[in-house]
C-alpha cells in the first residue's frame, strides 16, 4: 500500500463540509500527482459510486471510492476536516476520510485497499493515531502500514507490581468469524429457518456467526464492523442478497435458502476451508445483482428463476394484504359489496355495508399493485434500482391492455433487460452523474412503453384471455387433473420455487376473477395446507417414529397448516426427505384433486382454514383436505414403520445433529 499513499496524498487540515467538497478536495491531490487524469469525469464516478450506497462507517470514517477509467494507478487520499461530514453512517458524520480510486481493470487491487483498510481500521489504536497525527509523511506511512500505531500505554508501575506474579494464562484463540445472509421469495418462513439453523450450528461448531435475515418486511443491515471482521460469507438465498456489494472480498459459500436449513454444519465447513485456501470474490458492482448472486458458471435457467423469484417475493404482500381485505369486505358486506359506490362519496360511519365497502375498496386498490409491483421487481432483481421506473411502467401498461399476469411476467424481462443493456454502453463522462436517475429511467421507459403497447402487448393478451377462458370452461375429467398437478407442486418443495410458480399462477388468476381461476385458487391453498397438517397428525398418531424436537415441532405445525403456511413441514422434510416428500406429494395430489372435482371456489388469496366462510362448498372443502392430510400421514407412517421405530430418537437412515435433533421452527415464522 505504500505506493498507493504519500504525503502529498495527505491532507490533515481539510477545509471541506461537504462530502463532495471533500471528495473534490483530495481529488485534485491525485489529479496533481497525475495519478487521476479528468477531474470532473473521476468524481462523476465517485458520485454514482456514493449514489448506490453510503460509504459512511461507524467510528466516524468515511470511504468514498470507485473504479474510473479515468485513474492510471491505486491510489489512497486521506483528509481530516477539522468538522464532521455526513457520509451516511448510522452514528453520525466522518472525521476520518478516505478517497479510494482504482483504475476501471483493477478489480482485484481495489478491492484490496477496500478490504486491508477496512480492517485496519476497526483497530481503535489505529484510528486513534490517524486523529493524533501532525505530520503527513507519518501518517501516510502509518496508513500504508509502513509503521504501526502505539500501543495503548501501560498501567503504572507500583511497588506491589516487583512482586513475582503468576505467569498469565495463554490468550484464549480467536473464534472462526462468519456472516451470513438468507432470504427466500416470501420472507416468511425459509428466510428465519435457514438463519436459527445456521446460528444452532455456529454455536455447536464454535464459529462466531451473525445472520442477516432479509425477510420482505425488510431487512436490519449488518454492523459494517461486523462485515470486515468477518473471515468469510455464506449466502443462502433464492432471491438476489440485497447490497451484496457489502460482502465482496471474502470467502463465501453461496447456496439455495434451504441448504442453510438442511446442512448449516457442511456450510461452515465449506466456508472455513475456502478461507483456508484463500479463495475469495469478485468485487460486487460489475453486474446486476443476479448477476453477482450466483457461483461460478451458474446458468441462465437459474438466473431466469431468481429473477421471477424477486419479483413474487414483493409480490406477496400486496397479494396478502388485499386479498385479505377483498376478503373482508365480502364476509362483511356480502358478494355485491363490489356494486357499492366509493366511500370517498358516500359512506356512513354506522353503516356495516359502509365498512365492508372501504375494506373491499382499499383491498382493490393494494390488488391493483400486484402486476405492477411483480414486473418491477423483476425489472430490480436483474438491473438493480434503475430497473425500477421501467418494471413499474410496463406492469402498469400490462394491465392497461388487460395483459394480466402473464404480461406482467413479459413486462419485468423486458425492462431489466432494456436497462442492462444500456448500462453496457459507454457515455460521456458529463452524462455518468445523471444516467441512472434520468437517462436510464427516460430511455428504458420509452422502449417498454412502445413494445409493451405495440409489439408484444397485444399478443401477451390475448394469450392471457385464451387461459382465462380455458379455465372457465374447465370441468371433469381436466379440473381433477389440473387439481393434481397444482397439489404436486404445491408439495414438492414445500415453499420453494415450484410452490411458488403454482401460488403465483392461482394469484394471477384472482386479477380477472371467474369461476375456473377461483376454482384453482381454493385447489392450490388447499394443497399448501396438507404437508404441515399431516405432520402434526402423524406425530400424535406414532410419536414414537419422531424425535422429541420433532414432536414439538407437530404441534407448532397445526398452527402452519391452518394458516397455509407450508414451509411448516420443513422441519420433517429436511431431516427425512425420502419418507415426507413423497407422503406430502401424494396428499397434496388428493386434496387438489378432490377439491377440483367438489368445484369449491376462493376468492381470498391467502388464509387457511381462518377464510372458511368465503370459500365455495366449504364442508366439502374441508373433506378435501382431510382426506389429502390422512392419506399424507398414514403414507409418512407407513414408510417410516418399514424403516425402523424412533422411539425418542432419530429414525434410522435420518440424518441428524450430535443431539439426534432435526432443525426446529423458529417462533418467528
Given amino acids: 500500500m505504500s505506493d498507493m499513499i ?11 463540509q461537504t462530502k463532495e467538497a471533500a471528495a473534490r478536495s483530495l481529488a ?18 465517485v458520485a454514482a459510486r456514493e449514489a448506490q450506497m453510503p460509504t459512511g462507517l461507524d467510528g466516524g470514517i468515511g470511504i468514498p471510492h470507485c473504479r474510473s477509467e479515468h485513474v492510471t494507478e491505486p491510489t489512497l487520499a486521506f483528509g481530516r476536516p477539522a468538522d464532521g461530514i455526513d457520509f451516511g453512517a448510522p452514528d453520525g458524520p466522518a472525521d476520518l476520510i478516505f478517497l479510494i480510486a482504482a483504475p476501471a481493470g483493477a478489480d482485484d487491487a481495489h478491492l484490496t485497499i477496500l478490504s486491508a483498510l477496512a480492517r485496519r481500521l476497526m483497530d481503535p489504536d489505529f484510528t486513534a493515531a490517524l486523529r493524533a497525527a501532525t505530520d503527513p509523511a507519518a501518517t501516510a506511512s502509518l496508513i500504508s502500514g509502513d509503521t504501526a500505531p502505539p500501543a495503548a500505554p501501560e498501567p503504572a508501575a507500583t511497588a506491589a507490581a516487583e512482586e513475582p506474579t503468576p505467569a498469565a494464562a495463554p490468550a484464549a484463540p480467536v473464534p472462526f468469524r462468519v456472516v451470513a445472509v438468507t432470504s427466500c421469495p416470501t420472507g416468511i418462513a425459509h428466510t428465519y429457518m435457514a438463519a436459527e439453523a445456521l446460528e444452532q450450528a455456529g454455536q455447536a461448531e464454535g464459529v462466531e456467526i451473525v445472520v442477516e435475515p432479509q425477510g420482505s418486511a425488510g431487512f436490519t443491515r449488518l454492523d459494517p464492523a461486523v462485515i470486515a471482521a468477518a473471515d468469510g460469507v455464506i449466502f443462502a438465498h433464492d432471491v438476489p442478497v440485497r447490497e451484496k ?4 472480498g471474502k470467502p463465501t459459500v453461496d447456496v439455495g435458502v434451504k441448504a442453510g436449513i438442511n446442512r448449516p454444519a457442511e456450510l461452515l465447513a465449506e466456508v472455513r476451508d475456502k ?4 479463495e475469495t470474490t469478485a468485487p460486487a458492482g460489475t453486474g446486476s445483482p443476479v448477476d453477482e448472486a450466483g457461483g461460478p458458471g451458474e446458468g441462465y435457467g437459474t438466473k431466469l428463476r431468481k429473477w421471477l423469484m424477486s419479483g413474487v417475493s414483493y409480490m406477496v404482500p400486496f397479494v396478502a394484504a388485499g386479498g385479505l381485505l377483498i376478503a373482508l369486505g365480502f364476509a362483511i358486506g356480502g358478494y355485491t ?39 418491477g421487481y423483476i425489472a430490480y432483481g436483474m438491473a438493480d434500482r434503475p ?19 402473464l404480461g406482467g411476467l413479459a413486462a419485468g424481462l423486458i425492462a431489466g433487460g432494456t436497462v442492462m443493456a444500456i448500462q453496457r454502453v459507454r457515455v460521456p463522462a458529463a452524462l455518468r452523474g445523471i444516467m441512472p436517475v434520468v437517462v436510464i ?18 399478443p401477451i393478451a390475448e394469450l392471457q384471455k385464451a387461459l382465462t377462458d380455458w379455465l372457465s370452461g374447465l370441468s371433469g375429467a381436466n379440473a381433477v387433473i389440473l387439481g393434481v398437478v397444482l397439489g404436486l407442486m404445491m408439495c414438492f418443495d414445500l415453499g420453494g420455487p415450484l410452490n411458488k410458480v403454482a401460488y403465483a399462477f392461482a394469484v394471477g388468476g384472482l386479477a380477472n376473477p371467474n369461476d375456473g381461476s377461483l376454482k384453482v385458487m381454493a385447489a392450490v391453498m388447499a394443497a399448501g395446507m396438507v404437508p404441515p397438517l399431516a405432520m402434526a397428525l402423524a406425530t400424535v398418531v406414532r410419536g414414537g417414529l419422531f424425535n422429541r424436537t420433532e414432536r414439538e415441532n407437530g404441534k407448532a405445525a397445526w398452527v402452519l397448516g391452518s394458516s397455509f403456511i407450508t414451509e411448516g413441514a420443513i422441519p420433517f422434510a429436511a431431516a427425512d426427505p425420502l419418507r415426507v416428500i413423497p407422503s406430502a406429494m401424494a396428499g397434496g395430489a388428493v386434496t387438489g384433486a378432490l377439491s377440483m372435482l367438489f368445484e369449491c371456489t376462493l376468492r381470498a388469496p391467502h388464509g387457511g382454514i381462518f377464510v372458511l366462510p368465503l370459500i365455495g ?26 424403516g425402523g421405530r424412533g422411539d425418542g430418537k432419530a429414525v434410522e437412515g435420518t440424518p441428524a445433529t450430535e443431539s439426534g435433533t432435526a432443525p426446529k421452527v423458529p417462533a418467528t415464522v
Avoid: C
Fill in 6 to 16: 504519500t504525503a502529498d496524498l495527505v491532507d490533515l487540515d481539510l477545509a471541506a
Fill in 28 to 45: 485534485e491531490r491525485m489529479v496533481a500527482l497525475g495519478r487521476v487524469t479528468d477531474l470532473d469525469g473521476f468524481l462523476a464516478d
Fill in 245 to 248: 456489494e457489502r460482502f465482496a
Fill in 275 to 278: 478461507a483456508a485456501r484463500g
Fill in 337 to 375: 359489496i363490489d356494486k357499492a359506490p366509493s366511500v370517498a362519496e358516500h359512506f356512513v360511519w354506522t353503516d356495516s355495508t359502509s365498512w365492508a365497502a372501504l375494506l373491499f375498496q382499499v383491498g382493490g386498490l393494494a390488488f391493483s399493485f400486484l402486476v405492477p409491483v411483480l414486473a
Fill in 387 to 405: 430497473g425500477l421506473v421501467p418494471g413499474f411502467v410496463g406492469g402498469s401498461i400490462a394491465l392497461t391492455i388487460n395483459a394480466g399476469f
Fill in 441 to 458: 429511467p427516460l430511455i428504458s421507459s420509452a422502449v417498454v412503453g412502445f413494445l409493451m403497447f405495440l409489439v408484444v402487448g397485444k
Fill in 617 to 642: 362448498n366449504p364442508v366439502l372443502y374441508l373433506i378435501a383436505i382431510l382426506a389429502g392430510t390422512a392419506v399424507s400421514a398414514a403414507l409418512v407412517i407407513l414408510l417410516k414403520g418399514m
